[in-house]
Every structure is written in structure tokens, then in C-alpha cells.
């Protein structure tokens, strides 16, 4: 009997420990259950963390930023197409450096829709006085494009802190003591490959979550656009001085309906004689420039300075490019010492900011360019200054 009433109580001592177990079981399982969609949501919200040396942003530059990014975001997307009226966040700002170790003299802030982060706005000195002037007291206005926003998305979801720096070639990220490309001034197709060079032995101490939104708006409606109807983006400038020849090509074929004209036709037919480096590295004189607008049945002159926001209207809606000339603020010496540019169009935003559209022949987007303002900032921290114009194409 003894030995009965032992058996009989181990198996209610192993029938309680098993309840017991069961019990632990269960409630663990539940705390697990409960933390997964915390992760999926920590997950979903990764950060771009991009180091700087420091976070020091002049109080002006951020007031336009944060003043003028939905306006300018709801006015791109209607002009590229891509989306309506919608809900748009100004990202903290950071900086990209050059290779020797100095600010770019930019601020950079994404503009994220959701959580993708679409555009970039570019926040840069106004006018020449103000790329040379105290960056305390400089006046600054904005620009915006899609410029490196893919880029930033990748970095984003991997979670992995960068460094952003330029060249005459493009835009570099380093993180994690390698170096690569993610935006080239280059031709996809150039067999020489742009050189990346080692990023400068500097102290970047700071870290910004530049995907953690400083200000939140819900975009009005553009309140007019105005475009070139046919202009497609249809070959950018590599490694050459071709500038004007893109520009040329991008409004004939525009003003055309065409697809007919190529910026290296074009020099071709202007530089016969030059064959090599010599044909590769020629510019063209805004004389050329005029003299071949005519040879094709246009009539285009040469104005001696930025043009007006009521004149680009009445251009573009003449179906009439115009196309920029600009010469760099630091120094005019170099291949790039001057650049030409097309303009696209125009709109009116919501916040009835005016500004004129426009397209660099480096980049695969065009841009957005306050008409108050003559400065365009371009890769390797340079801004160039719009001194004239020629419209009639």
C-alpha cells in the first residue's frame, strides 16, 4: 500500500508540473507573438543614417526648406507624372563633401511620400554673392529633383550608415570603408570608367537620421504648369563638351516632335574637321549655337541674361525652347567652365512661388528653379550662374 500511495502521488506531481509547463509554453509563445509585429515594424521603418562632420544648418536655409518643400514635391510629381495630391515629409538634412574634405555648400533634405522617400530637395546660396558670402548670413533658395533618391531608398532599407561624397564625375556613398558610385555625370555607355578615388582620412563624428521627418504637409494642387509638350529626356553628357549640343537636340526634338536630332550629330556637323580628344572636348560659341538654330528653320537669338517668368511663359507656350548659359562661380577655367542647359517650362505653385523648369544635360530628370534665383548648384560643388540665354528653338 505504501508503495501504491507513492506512485499515486508522483503522478499528480507529474500531472502538475506538466500543467505548469504547458502554461510557461503558452505564455511565452504569446509574448513572441507579440513582439513579431514590433520587429516587422522596426524593420519597416529603418533609418538613413548619413555621417557628417557636423549638423550646423544655417537658420535660413532650413526656414526654406521647410517653407517651400510641399509645394515644390506636389508640382515635380505633376510634372514627371508620377502621382497626385498627397502627403509629404521634409526629412532632417545632411551634407555631401568633395573629395578634399570640404562641404559642397549645399543642404540636402529628402522628401519622403509614406515611407519611400522621393524627391530631393536641394537647399543652395541664392545668387553669386551669397556662394561666396558667411554661410550665416548667406540668402538661400530651393531646388528639387529626384537627384539621389534611389540611392538613398537602398541605404535606407539596408540600415547602413554612409558618407556622401563628389567629383567631377558624379556622386559617391562610402560606408563601411568602401567606396561606390551612385550617381554618374558620365554616359552609361562610356567604355572609361569613371576612377573612384579613397575617401579623405576626416572625422565624421555625427550621425543623421535623415529619413526622421522635421516638418509634415499635405500638398495643395499646383496652380499651373506649363511644359514643352513633346520634351523627352533621350541621352545625357558624358565625358566631352557637348553641352550645347544636348541642349540643342532635347528642344529641337521637343519643338519638332522628333526624335531625329543627337547632340554628337550635331557637333559633327558644326566640327567636321575635328576628329579624337579635339572633336570629344569641343565646345560650342552661343554663335554656333544661333547659327545652327537657323539652319534648321528656327529663330533663335541671343538675350543677355536670365530670362523672365513671363517670358518663358510666352516661349513655352509658343512651343519655343530656350536654352541656358551659364558659366561656374568658382572658375571658369576647365572643360565645365561653362555649361548649357535647357528650359523645360514653367508653373505656378501653390504656395504661388514661381519658378521655371528645366533640364541639365548630366541629369535623367529635370529640376525646379525659383525665378529669383540665377545659381544652379551641379555635382563637385559647383554652382553655376545663369548669365544669358538663347530662346527660339
Same mark, same amino acid.
Given at each position: 500500500m505504501i508503495g @501504491? /500511495? /507513492?506512485f499515486n502521488n508522483t503522478k499528480s506531481l507529474l500531472k502538475s508540473f506538466t500543467i505548469i509547463l504547458f502554461s510557461l509554453i503558452m505564455a511565452l509563445s504569446g509574448l513572441l507573438t507579440f513582439s513579431t509585429p514590433n520587429q516587422a515594424q522596426a524593420a519597416s521603418k529603418a533609418s538613413l543614417k548619413v555621417k557628417v562632420s557636423n549638423t550646423e544648418v544655417p537658420a535660413n536655409a532650413e526656414q526654406q526648406a521647410e517653407s517651400q518643400f510641399s509645394s515644390y514635391a506636389q508640382a515635380l510629381s505633376q510634372i514627371d507624372k508620377s502621382g497626385t495630391n498627397g502627403e509629404y515629409k521634409l526629412g532632417k538634412p545632411f551634407k555631401i563633401y568633395k573629395f578634399n574634405g570640404q562641404e559642397d555648400g549645399n543642404y540636402y533634405f529628402p522628401v519622403l511620400q509614406g515611407e519611400? /522617400?522621393?524627391y530631393v530637395l536641394t537647399v543652395t %546660396?541664392? =545668387?553669386?554673392?551669397?556662394? =561666396?558670402?558667411?554661410k550665416n548670413s548667406a540668402n538661400y533658395s530651393v531646388r528639387i529633383s529626384k537627384f539621389i533618391a534611389d540611392s +538613398?531608398? #537602398?541605404?535606407? #532599407? $539596408? =540600415? &547602413? %550608415?554612409?558618407t556622401i561624397f563628389t567629383n567631377k564625375d558624379g556622386y559617391f556613398a562610402e560606408h563601411n570603408h568602401k567606396i561606390e558610385m551612385i550617381k #554618374? &555625370?558620365? +554616359? $552609361?555607355?562610356?567604355?572609361?570608367? %569613371?576612377? &573612384?578615388?579613397a575617401a579623405p582620412k576626416m572625422q565624421m563624428n555625427k550621425t543623421v537620421d535623415a529619413s526622421q521627418p522635421i516638418s509634415q504637409q499635405r500638398s495643395v494642387a499646383t496652380k499651373y504648369v506649363n511644359t514643352l509638350p513633346h520634351f523627352q529626356i533621350r541621352e545625357t553628357q558624358g565625358n566631352n563638351g557637348w553641352c550645347a549640343g544636348f541642349t540643342m537636340a532635347a528642344l529641337l526634338n521637343a519643338t519638332k516632335n522628333t526624335n531625329q536630332y543627337r547632340a554628337q550629330d550635331i557637333m559633327r556637323t558644326i566640327h567636321p @574637321? +575635328?576628329? @579624337? #580628344?579635339? *572633336?570629344q572636348f569641343t565646345g560650342l560659341t552661343p554663335d554656333e549655337m544661333i547659327q545652327y538654330g537657323r539652319s534648321q528653320g528656327k529663330n533663335p537669338t541671343y538675350y543677355n541674361s536670365m530670362p523672365s517668368y513671363d517670358m518663358v511663359d510666352q516661349y513655352t507656350s509658343d512651343n519655343k525652347g530656350i536654352a541656358i548659359l551659364s558659366e561656374r562661380v568658382e572658375s571658369t577655367n576647365g572643360l565645365h567652365g561653362r555649361h548649357a542647359m535647357a528650359v523645360v517650362g514653367n508653373?505656378? +505653385? $501653390? =504656395?504661388?512661388?514661381?519658378?521655371?523648369? *528645366?533640364?541639365?544635360p548630366w541629369d535623367s530628370d529635370v529640376s525646379l528653379q525659383p525665378v529669383d534665383s540665377n545659381i544652379i548648384p551641379v555635382s563637385d560643388g559647383s554652382h553655376f550662374r545663369w548669365f544669358a540665354s538663347i530662346p527660339g528653338y
Open positions: @501504491g /500511495i /507513492i519611400h /522617400i522621393k %546660396p541664392k =545668387n553669386e554673392n551669397d556662394v =561666396n558670402a558667411d +538613398l531608398n #537602398q541605404y535606407r #532599407q $539596408a =540600415n &547602413t %550608415p554612409i #554618374q &555625370t558620365k +554616359l $552609361a555607355d562610356d567604355k572609361t570608367a %569613371p576612377s &573612384t578615388p @574637321g +575635328l576628329s @579624337g #580628344q579635339r *572633336f508653373a505656378v +505653385l $501653390a =504656395n504661388n512661388q514661381k519658378v521655371i523648369v *528645366f533640364w541639365n
